[in-house]
């Protein structure tokens, strides 16, 4: 047994299980100099520091070693050297130290140099070694140098980045090496894998002759857990730490990166994908040494991104087999490509580096070499336009055919965004004008419709412009909805005109489809105009009372012409309401609908007092989302404002409140974006359930609807809602007429859709104007008569009953709980037995308590709390004989809820509930004050198993 394997044995080198607790021996060093304060630099390095301490206590006794720390580029092998510094110093050797760079290469002996200069100062060395002797030194007398200092003192001499040294050093300690067992000094080494020098015969003999090959391994997850929050303390959570792991694979050089980034910039840096440029300066050093067929390789990857496999980047880069097998291997062994030779980890800074060795022109042309490579093997047009929207010149017919087919394939897969970037990129080489440019920009718009309709609106209006044939701009226009078409420019409205009056006034509805979607928009335009809204209505009664439905275009003819006459209210409710169902009965639920004049049916069968088919319709729509993807932002908005809507409808406001925020959060294209849809729900919203921060948030966001004259009149309701509040009634009452009887006179008289009589006779009433506010509540009531919709009847009478005295409110209260008994409003309902109940009390008569009860019953039906306290301050101690409470958790929250519980992270739970992270975060926190526990830890205590 040698010396050194003696040592081994006493030190104990069985090394831990990554993830435990340091050695003793790594724990002092990391309390040593270089490395005080930073003990991440010697994490999960147990086995080699223990190899280490055997070797300079082997030297001590008089037996030398040779060391070969051997690793990819940031892996710590610099740092393993370093702590064997205070290590040598306490066990009393003399310490040599020298670095190699690959711009030093050609001072011959410039490494020995180095170690001969850096003896411990103020220890005395032999005569062959002091001052001026080194610059006579040969490769042949350098060994006898070192023997004859490690006569006077046991030796360590650490050279990092052996792979760069000259190579007169490097023939001085290969011969050292092969003596180092009969001396007393220890030769520690650093090579780099990868790296050609790492190839050379000397480097190669230096590790085939080691004593021991040392090759550290990446940190584990709990190495690198225990880096982060040594670094970041406890607010770095457990996605941090994983975000960390993915990013740098364990390796400490990229881990450290990362984090000097995030103590910079927060968290999301991780996520942004950092370029530190410390590493990237690294990156480039290491990546200059290599050969070109290496540059060309990992140029190639870093280009082509992680979609590239194997072959590709092989064909692409323009090597030969062999000349991929060996670049492979090499960029392998640098820690930079993983398993499937794709860019591991810190990518994007090797990508950084990349671009700062390449220039641009090289990067096109790899982006189009591969886009020729793979159309030409038969690829799919998918996989081919990922390349082609890279590159920036001009491209052949063949290119462009590719892109338009790539992008109608990314749309079957619900992803717009990406369809949109390779038609974007197609119009780059397309003519400034013709047929072909209109198709592409109409294709354009197709996709943007799903997440900018600014922008899908902008380009259907150029396309039209460029065609000549009626057809071609009416399939053009037909590509988005009417609502969406109403916020364009004026001069595409008169094109709208111009193609129906080309195709013939009062089409049959058996013509083709194009010809009556173009009816259905110009007539969505007439709405706001009162010939146009009477001529609206005209039209649906000489269609007759079962018009045929069995086309998609007949069907949103007939939504438009619904809504017209609801607005209107001059068909009755339940005429309206019939024909609006037999339109769901025969129009399947998808999401695409939003693009069409459906969604116009929801108002249509709100304000009929009939939305219970509808909610169904919609929850199959919903169902659709999760297998076309995320893509379609404005489907996703418009369908919780529906859903959202038709739960307003049936008195469930908290329900309605959570699903319609979700809408507002999902990009909040609400107002930004003409989406009047979203904005009126919103507006609703905050009138029922007086939300101050939300009636704020809508008048805030308003003024971009302004030309739509229901959002105007809804609008101009909240803020008088919001002034009786604040004491300044007269000038908004005075604002209310005004807009009442623009309505009037635009013949917009349906007090379900906007009740502006019941608010201003509220208001008169205040300012003491009793006969004003009767002659409106009145009027109001024959209005909703003559709708016949329960719920507009109903919360017209509660509206006069409230305004009324002298008995006269008792009989008014139960001819509006009669009326709202048929009504899907329940809340409303409520609302009525609360205000009866009130009122019996107050005029001494009996009964009170039992409309109290019913008004609770019907507030937990509804889940409304604020309905339910308000019942319970009315019953006293009869209520909390029996106490109640509203569902705690709204579906959307106990969703959130059930996938936390399972151990789901923030982004997990965002992408399955298909919310924002910002939603799921604002959902927790009202689940854990709702539920009263900490965190998610107590979730599982708290929710029963069950699905989420």
């Not at 360590?156 to 023939?171: K, R």
């Not at 607010?235 to 990166?257: T, Y």
């Not at 009442?740 to 502006?756: E, I, T, Y």
Request: hydrophobic share 45%; with cysteine; proline share 5%.
């Amino acid at each position: 047994m040698t010396t050194f394997e003696g040592a081994m044995q006493m030190t104990g080198t069985r090394r831990a299980a990554p993830g435990l607790n340091r050695s003793a021996s790594a724990t002092a060093a990391a309390s040593s100099p270089g490395t005080a304060g930073e003990p991440w630099r010697l994490w999960e390095r147990e086995h080699e520091l223990d190899t280490l301490d055997a070797a300079l206590e082997a030297t001590r006794a008089g037996t030398g070693s040779l060391l070969v720390i051997s690793g990819p580029l940031g892996i710590g092998k610099s740092e393993l050297l370093s702590a064997c510094v205070p290590r040598a110093q306490r066990t009393g050797l003399r310490v040599l130290r020298a670095s190699c760079a690959p711009q030093e290469r050609d001072f011959e002996l410039g490494v020995v140099r180095q170690l001969l200069a850096a003896s411990d100062p103020g220890v005395g060395v032999s005569r062959a070694v002091e001052p001026g002797a080194a610059a006579d030194l040969t490769p042949a007398a350098v060994p006898s140098h070192i023997a004859a200092m490690s006569a006077e003192r046991p030796l360590l001499i650490l050279v990092d980045d052996l792979h760069a040294a000259d190579s007169a050093s490097l023939t001085c300690l290969t011969e050292l090496g092969r003596r180092v067992a009969s001396l007393p000094v220890t030769l520690a080494v650093t090579v780099l894998d990868g790296d050609p020098g790492a190839e050379l015969p000397q480097v190669r003999l230096l590790a085939e002759t080691a004593t021991r090959v040392l090759r550290p391994e990446p940190l584990s997850t709990a190495g690198v857990r225990a880096v982060v929050r040594g670094e970041l303390g406890d607010r770095a959570g457990e996605d941090l730490v994983a975000a960390c792991r993915d990013g740098s694979a364990g390796n400490p050089l990229f881990l450290m990166s990362m984090l000097s980034e995030v103590k910079a910039t927060g968290p999301q840096a991780v996520e942004a994908a950092p370029r530190p440029a410390g590493l990237r300066e690294r990156l480039v050093s290491c990546l200059r040494q290599q050969p070109p067929a290496v540059h060309r390789l990992i140029r190639t990857a870093a280009v082509l991104g992680e979609s590239a496999d194997t072959e590709l980047v092989g064909r692409v880069a323009g090597l030969s087999e062999h000349q991929h097998v060996n670049a492979v291997r090499v960029v392998r062994q640098l820690g930079l490509l993983n398993s499937e030779s794709c860019l591991g980890p810190a990518r994007q800074a090797v990508r950084a580096a990349v671009e700062e060795l390449a220039v641009g022109e090289e990067q096109e042309e790899v982006h189009l070499r591969a886009a020729r490579w793979l159309h030409r093997q038969g690829h799919q047009p998918r996989e081919v336009a990922r390349y082609l929207v890279e590159v920036a010149g001009p491209v052949d017919d063949w290119a462009l055919r590719v892109l338009r087919d790539a992008a109608e394939a990314e749309l079957g897969c619900g992803a717009p965004e990406t369809a949109a970037s390779y038609l974007r990129r197609a119009l780059l080489d397309g003519a400034p004008g013709g047929e072909q440019r209109a198709e592409l920009l109409v294709e354009l718009a197709t996709a943007e419709r799903a997440f900018d309709p600014s922008a899908s609106v902008r380009h259907v209006s150029q396309s039209v412009s460029m065609l000549d044939s009626t057809h071609q701009r009416a399939a053009a226009l037909s590509r988005l909805s009417p609502m969406m078409l109403a916020t364009s420019p004026a001069p595409i409205t008169e094109v709208i005109r111009e193609i129906v009056q080309d195709f013939g006034e009062e089409q049959d509805l058996s013509s083709e489809d194009r010809v009556l979607r173009m009816e259905a928009r110009q007539r969505y335009l007439m709405i706001e105009d009162p010939l146009g809204l009477a001529d609206n209505v005209r039209r649906l009664r000489s269609l007759g009372p079962n018009p045929p439905l069995d086309s998609a275009a007949q069907r949103e003819l007939l939504a438009v012409l619904l809504y017209a006459a609801t607005v209107s209210s001059e068909i009755g409710a339940a005429q309206v309401a019939r024909l609006a169902h037999r339109v769901l009965e025969r129009e399947p639920a998808h999401t695409a609908h939003v693009h069409t004049g459906l969604p116009l049916l929801a108002n249509v069968l709100v304000g009929a007092d009939a939305p219970g088919r509808l909610s169904t319709w919609l929850d199959r729509a919903r169902e659709q989302q999760r297998p076309h993807g995320d893509g379609d932002l404005v489907a996703r908005t418009l369908l919780s404002t529906e859903k959202g809507l038709v739960l307003l409808a049936t008195g469930r406001l908290d329900q309605a409140l959570s699903v319609t925020r979700e809408a507002i959060e999902l990009g909040g294209l609400g107002w930004e974006h003409g989406n009047a849809a979203t904005l009126l729900t919103v507006a609703f919203l905050a009138l029922e359930t007086a939300d101050h921060d939300l009636a704020g948030r809508v008048l805030e966001g308003g003024a971009a609807s302004k030309n739509n004259m229901c959002v105007t009149a809804t609008l101009r309701l909240l803020k008088g809602s919001v002034a009786t509040e604040r004491s300044e009634v007269a000038p908004e009452l005075h604002r209310i007429l005004d807009l009442g009887q623009q309505l009037d006179h635009w013949g917009m008289r349906n007090p379900a859709l906007c009740p502006w009589r019941g608010l201003a006779a509220t208001m008169h009433h205040r300012l003491g104007n009793v006969d004003e506010a009767n002659a409106l509540v009145e009027q109001e009531y024959e209005l909703a008569r003559q709708w016949g919709a329960p719920i507009a009847i109903g919360r017209a009478l509660r509206t006069h009953a409230a305004l009324s005295d002298g008995g006269k409110e008792l009989r008014l209260l139960r001819e509006a709980i009669s009326v709202l008994g048929q009504s899907a409003n329940r809340m409303e309902l409520a609302r009525a037995h609360l205000l009866y109940g009130r009122r019996l009390r107050a005029t001494g008569r009996s009964g009170a308590e039992k409309h109290f009860e019913e008004a609770r019953s019907l507030a937990i039906e509804c889940g409304v709390q604020r309905m339910i306290d308000r019942t319970n301050a009315e019953l006293g101690e009869q209520a909390a004989a029996v106490p109640a409470r509203a569902p705690l958790l709204t579906p959307s929250e106990h969703q959130v809820a059930m996938l936390a519980r399972t151990g789901r992270t923030n982004d997990e739970i965002a992408r399955e509930a298909r919310i924002t992270a910002r939603t799921v975060e604002k959902h927790l926190t009202k689940i854990y004050r709702k539920l009263g526990v900490a965190g998610r830890a107590q979730l599982a205590e708290v929710l029963p198993a069950g699905p989420a």
